[in-house]
């Protein structure tokens, strides 16, 4: 069952969210999803398993009432399954009027981007994860890679090497 | 530049609400009335309530045109009132027209300041309104010599053209009537809470009242000069003094039927002429009615239990119902859906919350029992809010079929079966308009003339059949005709012409061909009529039936008639369900699909034919066995037959046994849709009609049974 307590209401934080990325772990690797569409993040809750899917699809959870589908984002760009632990996350996501749960590692923090930071992908990115990239950032000693909620979500293939 | 100003805005949607429930009231009244051939007492004073009522709302909203046209009908309804025998007179048809005409243009208006009242432009209503005005004479020239003394107020009415007029129904309180003249009365008005301009208010009902009454005083004075005096009116009420010829009856009554009364007290009268008696017993005589509207609901509780006569308590209960419900806003429902599943899960994390284990805290067990006894209830309430009978589309079919009746020239009767039937609000809305093209093509097209129907043998009088039920988890609505039937070879030869058909013609099967008319662009009727023959109808069905994931299906003998089932699956529509487990999963089997549930046992034998598949011999058939963990990947320590649970269940065409760990209880759930991100994969096709939130906070899958036998 999910701590609400820890429910974090990420879109309450101000209207000007353009430039603002949410970051988040997979293994050693930062990403980043842009704020815009980051709802909220619960902690990590029992999904119910919904036959037919694509095994990254962990299933559908109920938020308040509402049918959320959750995807395991670690397996879904091709990383192998981990445990879920008391940091592991889910962010929820609006996408098209619908809202879709992520499953991360762990929350980082939200970043501020300014436009001149963002870079093009680098051509010696690996192909699979690139695909669902739209920009990366170099901030501090890291390098965060920024999700394409879009590409993300309607690209149906796994990858099959480690990013 | 808009109509209304815009202090007005906040009012607008009141008005249109307000409005539409009134006239959806009175289609219902008038079809019943004009089936029935007769128009009751209590009918007649309802329509004239209701244009009385809207009268005083849209003259309020500024809209001329249509407080001018529910005045004349008002004023129809007047004479009507005094002689309700001249509703059978020759006058009934051309006086049911003219009302169903004035409900279509109240209805176009409201429908136009609902799409844009910043843009809305009042249309013109003077032909109507003309109309009525030569029924008026007419009906008075037939008025028989009887209630010579209620005559010359009908007369006055009509030819002043500006009074409201008077009571509709007889005062429910026992107010004296007092000697005429001399005396001053007291009535102290208020207005409903947040109904705003009540300065304005004030003063319409002084106006309205200016007509009965002589000396009119009030407080405070003019209202309608000062805006800021509203709030006195909310704070004191409104003060009226008046003297009047008319008994107080009558007074108390137009009070009554003013709009957005409250309640109003009568604070007696002081005579100074003649200190009568009678004025003296009246004096401390103060009669309080508070919340005129639903006085009669308080009436009926109380005298219910007492055999009260059945024609008042029929009346009152009829007003109950009427008054007792509300409109709220969709968006404030689901918000209260989305607190109630959170209130269940934050109930089930207190009772089942691991500090308390091993602890005996016998009162606090007791506690929560309570409280989840409570929690449970308050969901049943709140998924069953969004729940609404499918009458209301019926009703307005009733209506299609009666003015398409005139327009054509048939001889149609409606029957509608099932329309207690409750689906969600959502689908609802959107069945209104598929219907509508259905009925309209089988009033159209498929229904012959009486005369051809009557040289083919069949009765002069044709039917049309509405019918909803919910069948296995799944609304059935059939919409059937006895008409001509749908000609094969018209369809094909038109399907053809537009260069619709994709494979040879012969090989189309009867269903593949009524299915063709559902396609866009095809009509058969050759001369495209008012009602229908667009070549838009069917597949714009189509469309929204697919819309709330429902499929239509089409039969049809030719001669005998065409049936259109729309079948809508259970989503959002409330199931009762059988909860079964397999391992740490629930699914829920609707109850209507399941036949017998059973557990292996020596008399049933088990059978496995020469592919593998399991079978079990029950009363001598054989059913095959569908393990729910095999066909959905469930790891799970009951895979022994002998040790879970079999299910038979059946769908239209097939039956089979379904193999899970165990059950789990019965309950009625509220079906979700998937959500629309997972519509990509073949969850339908697997077996599954959607899920549902039980009572923890988690989630069961709710089976499709027909979908499950087909493809497992």
Known sequence: MSDNATVTTVSALGNDLAGKYLTFYIGNCTYGVELVHVIEIIGIQDATSVPGVPAYIKGIINLRGRIVPVIDVRLKIGEEEKAYDERTCIIVINWQESLVGLIVDSVSEVIDFSADQLSALPEFSNVNTKKYLSSVCKTGNRLVLNLDCEKFLTDDTVSELHG | ?712
Do not use: W
């Open chain 2, 1 to 712: 530049m808009s109509v209304f100003d815009a202090s007005m805005e906040p009012m607008v949607e009141m008005f249109i609400y307000e409005t539409t429930t009134l006239l959806e009231q009175l289609d219902e009244i008038l079809i019943d009335s004009e089936k029935a051939q007769n128009m009751t007492t209590d009918n007649i004073n309802e329509i004239f309530r209701i244009m009385h009522t809207i009268k005083g709302s849209s003259a309020m909203m500024g809209l001329s045109s249509m407080s001018e046209l529910a005045h004349h009908t008002e004023d129809m309804f007047f004479i009507v009132r005094e002689d309700p025998s001249k509703m059978h007179g020759s006058l009934s048809g051309t006086i049911f027209d003219l009302l169903f005409q004035s409900s279509d243009f109240f209805k176009a208006e409201v429908e136009a300041i609902q799409e844009n009242s910043e843009e809305y432009q009042p249309s013109d209503a003077s032909d109507l309104t003309a109309m009525i005005a030569d029924v008026i004479p007419q009906l008075k020239g037939l008025a028989p010599v009887k209630a010579p003394v209620i005559k010359p107020v009908a007369a006055k009415e009509s030819t002043t053209a500006a009074a409201p007029s008077a009571p509709s129904a007889p005062a429910p309180q026992a107010v004296k009537p007092q000697d005429p003249q001399g005396e001053t009365h007291a009535v102290r008005v208020f207005f409903e809470d947040g109904c705003q301009m009540e300065n304005i208010r004030a003063f319409m009902l002084l106006t309205q009242l200016k007509d009965y009454c002589d000396e009119i005083t009030s407080e405070p004075e003019n209202p309608e000069n000062n805006s800021a005096c509203s709030s006195e009116i909310i704070k004191n009420g409104l003060l009226v003094r008046f003297k009047t010829s008319l008994p107080l009856e009558q007074i108390s009554s137009i009070i009554e039927n003013s709009v957005n009364i409250k309640s109003y007290e009568y604070e007696g009268s002081q005579s100074n002429s003649t200190a009568s008696a009678d004025a003296a017993a009246a004096a401390p005589h103060t009669q309080v009615v508070t919340d005129v509207q639903s006085a009669p609901v308080a009436d009926l509780t109380e005298s219910a239990p007492e055999a009260a006569p059945q024609e008042a308590a029929a009346q009152t209960a009829r007003q109950g119902t009427k008054q007792s419900l509300i409109s709220v806003n969709q968006i404030k429902l689901d918000q209260l859906m989305d607190v109630m599943g959170e209130i269940v899960i934050a109930e089930s994390m207190v009772a089942n919350n691991p500090e308390l284990r091993n602890l005996h805290l016998d009162n606090f067990y007791k506690s929560t029992r309570q409280l989840r006894k409570l929690t449970d209830q308050l969901q049943d309430i709140v998924m069953s809010i969004r729940m609404v009978p499918l009458s209301g589309v019926f009703q307005k079919m009733n209506r299609i079929v009666r003015d398409m009746n005139k327009k054509l020239g048939k001889d149609v009767v409606l029957n509608t079966v099932g329309g207690e039937t409750e689906v969600d609000k959502t689908i609802n809305d959107v069945l209104a308009d598929p219907f509508m093209h259905m009925i309209r093509n089988a009033m159209d097209h498929a229904i012959e003339s009486p005369q051809d129907r009557v040289a083919a043998g069949k009765p002069a009088e044709g039917i049309i059949t509405l019918s909803a039920q919910n069948v296995g988890g799944e609304i059935v609505i059939t919409i059937a005709d006895d008409g001509r039937g749908l000609d094969r070879s018209k369809i094909l030869e038109k399907a053809k012409k537009n260069g619709l058909l994709n494979k040879p013609e012969k090989d189309y099967t009867e269903k593949e061909i009524f299915q063709l008319i559902m396609l866009p662009g095809f009509s058969t009727n050759e001369v495209a009529t008012e009602f229908s023959g667009r070549g838009v109808g069917m597949d714009v069905v189509r469309k929204n039936i697919e819309k709330v994931n429902g499929v239509i299906s089409i039969d049809s003998k030719k001669g005998v008639g065409t049936t259109f089932t729309v079948k809508i699956p259970l989503t959002l529509a409330i199931v009762d369900g059988m909860e079964v487990a397999v391992n740490n999963e629930t699914f829920t089997i609707p109850i209507t699909s399941i036949r017998q549930t059973f557990k292996l046992s020596s008399e049933i034998d088990l059978l496995t034919d020469t592919e593998g598949t399991e079978m079990v011999m029950l009363r001598g058939i054989c059913f095959p066995v569908i393990r729910l963990h095999k066909i959905y990947n469930i790891d799970t320590s009951v895979t022994a037959l002998e040790e879970g649970i079999f299910i038979l269940v059946e769908s239209d065409s097939k039956s089979a046994c379904l193999f899970v760990d165990q059950l789990m209880g019965e309950q009625q759930v509220v079906v979700k849709p998937f959500p629309a991100f997972l519509n990509r994969y073949s969850i339908k096709g697997n077996g599954l009609a959607g899920c549902t939130i039980m009572g923890d906070g988690s989630i069961s899958l709710i089976l499709d049974v027909n979908n499950l036998l087909n493809n497992f």
